[in-house]
């Protein structure tokens, strides 16, 4: 029903900057909130930031001031710019969508692109 492709990813050094972006197509009515989780070895899933669709954000309070969410509803695309990456950011990054199909609402995840942070 609803695919969600990220690109982006890869190996930065500490300080650094990375990009992903996320599209979804499909058959859908509308996209409620977008996001990114993360999960790194060992650990749980957790929130990275969510935007609504009319733009309000939420972050988690380790990535305020540092990673930025965006989205482009016309494109049905979300993006996540990683800038001053942290020892602790390196993890799966995972696309999230809120999609109201017909007359309900479902959560659907993207595949996850690896983030590495090394010198």
């Known amino acids: 029903q609803v695919q969600l492709v990220e690109s982006g990813g890869g190996l930065v050094q500490p300080g650094g900057s990375l990009g992903l972006s996320c599209a979804a197509s499909?058959?859908?009515?509308?996209?409620?909130?977008m996001g990114w989780y993360r999960q790194a070895p060992g650990k749980e899933r957790e929130l990275v930031a969510l935007?609504?669709?009319?733009?309000?954000?939420n972050y988690a309070d380790s990535v305020k001031g540092r990673l930025t969410i965006l989205r482009d509803n016309a494109k049905n695309t979300v993006y996540l710019q990683m800038n001053s990456l942290k020892a602790d950011d390196p993890a799966v990054y995972y696309c999230?969508?809120?999609?109201?199909?017909?007359?309900?609402?479902?959560?659907?995840w993207g595949q996850g692109t690896q983030v590495t942070v090394s010198s």
């Open positions: 499909g058959r859908f009515f509308s996209i409620n909130d």
């Open positions: 999230y969508a809120h999609v109201t199909v017909i007359a309900r609402a479902y959560s659907f």
């Open positions: 935007i609504g669709r009319g733009g309000s954000t």
